[in-house]
C-alpha cells in the first residue's frame, strides 16, 4: 500500500512549483505515466525515486514521507488585505503578493529554462 503522505506531499509539491505531470516526470528522468500511476496510487514509487525526488525539491526524506507539507510553506499569509507575505531568507525584507503575482511566479518556477532566459530579458529591458 502506497504511503498516503508521501503521495500526498508529491501532488502538493508538483502544483506549488506549477509543473504538470509531464514537466515533473521528465525533470525526474520518468515517464508521465509512471508519475501518474504514484499519484493515482497504482503503484508505489521505489526507494530510488523517493530519494531523487526529495533531492530534486531539497528535503529531507522525513519530511517528504512523514510531514505534511503546506502549499504555503515558503510565505506566511496576512491577516488582512488581498496579499501574501513572502519573507526572503537572505534579508530582513518583506515583499507583499497578490494571488496573480503568485501565480505568475510559480509558472515562472516551471518554465524551461530557454523560457526563462527569454522572460529575464524582458525583465530586464524594462527599467
Given at each position: 500500500m502506497a504511503n498516503i503522505q508521501l503521495i500526498k506531499n508529491m501532488k502538493t509539491i508538483r502544483n506549488k512549483f506549477g509543473y504538470t505531470q509531464e514537466v515533473l516526470a521528465k525533470k525526474l528522468n520518468i515517464s508521465r505515466q509512471a508519475y501518474s500511476n504514484y499519484e493515482n496510487y497504482k503503484r508505489e514509487p521505489d526507494l530510488n525515486f523517493i530519494i531523487q525526488f526529495a533531492q530534486k525539491f531539497d528535503l529531507t526524506l522525513d519530511q517528504l514521507v512523514l510531514q505534511n507539507i503546506s502549499p504555503y510553506e515558503d510565505v506566511i499569509r496576512e491577516q488582512s488585505g488581498p496579499y501574501i507575505a513572502a519573507i526572503q531568507d537572505d534579508s530582513s525584507k518583506t515583499l507583499h503578493l497578490s494571488e496573480s503575482?503568485?501565480?505568475?511566479?510559480?509558472?515562472?518556477?516551471?518554465l524551461p529554462d530557454d523560457d526563462r532566459r527569454l522572460v529575464d530579458k524582458v525583465l530586464n529591458s524594462v527599467q
Open positions: 503575482e503568485i501565480e505568475m511566479i510559480l509558472k515562472y518556477r516551471s
